[in-house]
Every structure is written in structure tokens, then in C-alpha cells.
């Protein structure tokens, strides 16, 4: 084990707690400290654009950790107060309440911050969502909202989009994409995508991009499109993207693109890891990426951990990633954008469900079903082999 005696892992949510704890299971015995934005204890995030934000989840039950679990990780914690700034060569960081931590292991899982619109965050019934602060006003102005525009129809804003619509509101999307998460899963499913949001009495407005929120009296009233409408709205979601959260790494001496370069063990420089959406680092395989799922913050936070203690093993995850919409799960295993070649092997006209497999160079890479959950672990293990394309579109079409 290399021989460290203070770690501080900046960002205090899923993946900084389970870094954390990956160095307590591993043996790491000395200080320990976790530095968070937020004054609540770390909870989970998918919930909050489903369960959370139908009502159906209290703040209790996102909490990752019982008080006791974390109580036993004899961390102290630093919650409610932002990293500021990184000095490498000290060794230290500078927090917002004026104090400074030193360490001779540092671990990065700030995560990401929403995109903004230009102008109108201002207005009265303008969202994001990204915190449970957030989705608990998310949920209290869906209560009295007539009519919603969510601005974004990936991932979260198709989930915001269901919640709404299923809570009897009158729902606008709009995304400058042909169909709803198409950036995600490609053209195929995007249209199958769209045909579900359609079916529920959602107004699709995709190939249309925002130009502006209007408001009067401070309240938001609409939004304008570029192709000349306007959608009233008393209530409007943001889900246009994020950021990854590293303003405060820029005199650090970090690579900080697209979030904290790495290698491919997760390692920034010595003695610094970065793990969860705010790491980009070099996957053996698929080249360099950065993963805003919940599944790669655990994982990559485990592999962090390990690096940080000494490991030298490549992460090398097949990336996973799930939706819930209506009454669909939509699963996904390693690379499914527009890019790859595209292949149904499962299709049931009947049903509605369906699986399909991606490609490239050859082989196999990503894999995509739609209420299958039992074909979507058989076609992870295609994706994990990196199977080659034309064999195993066979050998997945009789499966």
C-alpha cells in the first residue's frame, strides 16, 4: 500500500463517498476528509428526476448511507463549504470558508453543474435540476404549473418530461435534435423515443432551439423558438447539458478540458485521482471519454481508490446507463450514439420491446434493449468481448 497519511476527496456525492469508503476497506488508516458543496449528507441522484420528483421518495429515502455507515468511516466532514483552489506543489487546497486542507492524496469527484441559457435563470419558474434541492422545487411548482416547456430532450429531459405529463400537465419538449435523446441512442431508438413521448399527449418541438425565456413581472411566461413560435409556459426545466466542475482547478496545473484528464488508472498527476463526471480518462478500449452515469461513479471511484493506494490496473468498464419512461426501461451497455452501425436483433411488434446491438471497426460495442432487462445482460457480454460485428449479429438474432 503506498504510504499515505492525509486524503481529502473534494465532492462529497456518489462517487467521493464510495472513494472514500473503497480506502477505509483497503486499509488506509490515516486522515481522512471529505470536503462537500451541499450541507446535506451524500444521497443518490437518479431519483430525482422520477421517484423524487412524482412524490414518491422523501429526502430519506435518496440517502445513500445511514448516519451510522458514515459515522464509521471516521471522516471528517466538511459539508456545505466549496473547494475554491488546487496548489499541486503545496499540496493544498483552498476552501470558501478561508481554511486550507493539506494532503498527500487527493481525490477529484466535484461531478458536474447545469448548463445555462444565456439570460432568464432569474425569472420565477425557471428550473434546473440537478441537486434534491432542486428537484424538491421542481416538485412544488409542478403542483400548481399548467402548462411546462423542458428545454432538453436527453436523458434527464425526457424523464422530467414523463413525470410531468403522467402528473396531468400540459408538456412541451424541445430539443434542436430530430427526435428526443438522439445524441444517446441514435436514430432508431430517438423515433421510438419520440413516438412513446407522442403517445402520451406530450407536444414534441424537435429541430427547434430555444432563442430566449420570456417573462413578465418576474414570472416566466414562455419561450421563443428559432423557428418563429412561441410556447407559453408557467413553469420551464433546463436540462440542456452540464459542465464538469473544475473552475476551480484552473491555476492548478491539471489538463482540465472536458473535465480532469487522466490516464488510464484514473491518476492526474501523483498523488492526485479523479473519479465520476467530472473525470475524463483514458479507456483501454474505447479512447478517451467522461461517463455522467450512475453506475461508472461507483465504479470508477473503486478503481480511483485502488490507484491512489498504489494499484496499477487500467479501468476498463463496459459503461452503463438505464432510463425509466412511462412504462419503458430503456437499457444501455458501452458506446450507443449515432455514429456506430446500428442492428436490431430482437423485435416483438406485439410488445413493443425490442434489443439491438452497435458497432465499429469490426466489433461489437454497445448493446440497447427496451423492456428486456434479461436480453440486456446477455448482449453485456458481447460488449465486454468486444465480439466480432457479423458473427455475433447471428448468434444474437437466435438468442
Same mark, same amino acid.
Not at 166 to 180: E, F, I
Not at 186 to 207: F, P, Y
Given at each position: 500500500?503506498?504510504?499515505?497519511?492525509?486524503?481529502?476527496?473534494?465532492?462529497?456525492?456518489?462517487?467521493?463517498?464510495?472513494?472514500?469508503?473503497?480506502?477505509?476497506?483497503?486499509?488506509?488508516?490515516?486522515?481522512?476528509?471529505?470536503?462537500?458543496?451541499?450541507?446535506?449528507?451524500?444521497?443518490?441522484?437518479?431519483?430525482?428526476?422520477?421517484?423524487?420528483l412524482r412524490g414518491a421518495w422523501g429526502a430519506d429515502r435518496v440517502a445513500l448511507r445511514r448516519h451510522d455507515a458514515l459515522t464509521t468511516l471516521t471522516a471528517d466532514w466538511r459539508l456545505g463549504v466549496t473547494a475554491m483552489a488546487l496548489d499541486t506543489a503545496a499540496?493544498?487546497?483552498?476552501?470558501?470558508?478561508?481554511?486550507?486542507?493539506?494532503?498527500?492524496?487527493?481525490?477529484?469527484?466535484?461531478?458536474?453543474?447545469?448548463?445555462?441559457?444565456? /439570460?432568464?435563470?432569474?425569472?420565477? &419558474?425557471?428550473?434546473?435540476?440537478?441537486? *434534491? $434541492? +432542486?428537484?424538491?422545487?421542481?416538485? #412544488?411548482? !409542478?403542483?400548481?404549473?399548467?402548462?411546462?416547456?423542458?428545454?432538453?430532450?436527453?436523458?434527464?429531459?425526457?424523464?422530467?418530461?414523463?413525470?410531468?405529463?403522467?402528473?396531468?400537465?400540459?408538456?412541451?419538449?424541445?430539443?434542436?435534435?430530430?427526435?428526443?435523446?438522439?445524441?444517446?441512442?441514435?436514430?432508431?431508438?430517438?423515433?421510438?423515443?419520440?413516438?412513446?413521448?407522442?403517445?402520451?399527449?406530450?407536444?414534441?418541438?424537435?429541430?427547434?432551439?430555444?432563442? /430566449?425565456?420570456?417573462?413578465?413581472? &418576474?414570472?416566466?411566461?414562455?419561450?421563443? *423558438? $428559432? +423557428?418563429?413560435?412561441?410556447?407559453? #409556459?408557467? !413553469?420551464?426545466?433546463?436540462?440542456?447539458?452540464?459542465?464538469?466542475?473544475?473552475?476551480?482547478?484552473?491555476?492548478?496545473?491539471?489538463?482540465?478540458?472536458?473535465?480532469?484528464?487522466?490516464?488510464?488508472?484514473?491518476?492526474?498527476?501523483?498523488?492526485?485521482?479523479?473519479?465520476?463526471?467530472?473525470?475524463?480518462?483514458?479507456?483501454?478500449?474505447?479512447?478517451?471519454?467522461?461517463?455522467?452515469?450512475?453506475?461508472?461513479?461507483?465504479?470508477?471511484?473503486?478503481?480511483? /481508490?485502488?490507484?491512489?493506494?498504489?494499484?496499477?490496473?487500467?479501468?476498463a468498464p463496459v459503461p452503463y446507463f438505464w432510463t425509466d419512461q412511462y412504462d419503458v426501461r430503456i437499457q444501455a451497455y458501452g458506446v450507443t450514439g449515432p455514429d456506430a452501425q446500428f442492428q436490431i436483433v430482437t423485435d416483438d411488434p406485439a410488445t413493443g420491446r425490442f434489443a439491438a446491438l452497435?458497432?465499429?471497426?469490426?466489433?461489437?460495442?454497445?448493446?440497447?434493449?427496451?423492456?428486456?432487462?434479461?436480453?440486456?445482460?446477455?448482449?453485456?457480454?458481447?460488449?465486454?468481448?468486444?465480439?466480432?460485428?457479423?458473427?455475433?449479429?447471428?448468434?444474437?438474432?437466435?438468442?
Amino acid at each position: 500500500m503506498s504510504r499515505l497519511s492525509r486524503i481529502v476527496v473534494v465532492g462529497a456525492s456518489a462517487a467521493g463517498l464510495t472513494a472514500a469508503e473503497t480506502l477505509r476497506w483497503h486499509g488506509f488508516t490515516g486522515s481522512l476528509t471529505l470536503v462537500g458543496e451541499e450541507r446535506r449528507p451524500p444521497y443518490d441522484r437518479p431519483p430525482l428526476s422520477k421517484q423524487s420528483l412524482r412524490g414518491a421518495w422523501g429526502a430519506d429515502r435518496v440517502a445513500l448511507r445511514r448516519h451510522d455507515a458514515l459515522t464509521t468511516l471516521t471522516a471528517d466532514w466538511r459539508l456545505g463549504v466549496t473547494a475554491m483552489a488546487l496548489d499541486t506543489a503545496a499540496r493544498t487546497i483552498t476552501l470558501s470558508d478561508g481554511s486550507a486542507l493539506a494532503y498527500d492524496g487527493l481525490v477529484i469527484a466535484t461531478g458536474v453543474t447545469p448548463r445555462r441559457l444565456p /439570460a432568464g435563470h432569474e425569472l420565477i &419558474g425557471v428550473h434546473v435540476l440537478r441537486t *434534491l $434541492d +432542486d428537484a424538491l422545487a421542481l416538485r #412544488a411548482g !409542478l403542483r400548481t404549473a399548467g402548462s411546462v416547456v423542458i428545454v432538453g430532450a436527453g436523458l434527464l429531459g425526457s424523464e422530467v418530461a414523463a413525470v410531468a405529463q403522467q402528473s396531468g400537465r400540459n408538456v412541451t419538449l424541445v430539443d434542436p435534435s430530430p427526435a428526443p435523446m438522439t445524441r444517446q441512442f441514435g436514430e432508431h431508438v430517438a423515433r421510438r423515443c419520440g413516438e412513446l413521448h407522442t403517445r402520451q399527449g406530450v407536444d414534441l418541438r424537435c429541430g427547434a432551439a430555444v432563442t /430566449a425565456l420570456t417573462g413578465r413581472d &418576474g414570472r416566466v411566461t414562455g419561450v421563443d *423558438l $428559432d +423557428d418563429g413560435a412561441h410556447v407559453p #409556459a408557467d !413553469l420551464v426545466v433546463l436540462a440542456i447539458g452540464a459542465m464538469p466542475s473544475v473552475g476551480w482547478l484552473a491555476d492548478s496545473g491539471l489538463v482540465v478540458s472536458d473535465g480532469v484528464e487522466c490516464d488510464h488508472t484514473c491518476q492526474a498527476v501523483p498523488g492526485v485521482v479523479a473519479a465520476g463526471d467530472v473525470a475524463s480518462w483514458h479507456h483501454p478500449h474505447l479512447g478517451r471519454m467522461r461517463v455522467e452515469h450512475r453506475m461508472n461513479a461507483t465504479e470508477q471511484a473503486i478503481a480511483a /481508490a485502488g490507484t491512489l493506494l498504489g494499484a496499477d490496473t487500467p479501468f476498463a468498464p463496459v459503461p452503463y446507463f438505464w432510463t425509466d419512461q412511462y412504462d419503458v426501461r430503456i437499457q444501455a451497455y458501452g458506446v450507443t450514439g449515432p455514429d456506430a452501425q446500428f442492428q436490431i436483433v430482437t423485435d416483438d411488434p406485439a410488445t413493443g420491446r425490442f434489443a439491438a446491438l452497435y458497432g465499429a471497426d469490426g466489433h461489437v460495442i454497445g448493446a440497447v434493449t427496451w423492456n428486456l432487462p434479461r436480453q440486456a445482460r446477455l448482449l453485456r457480454r458481447y460488449v465486454a468481448e468486444r465480439a466480432p460485428w457479423r458473427q455475433t449479429l447471428r448468434q444474437a438474432s437466435t438468442t
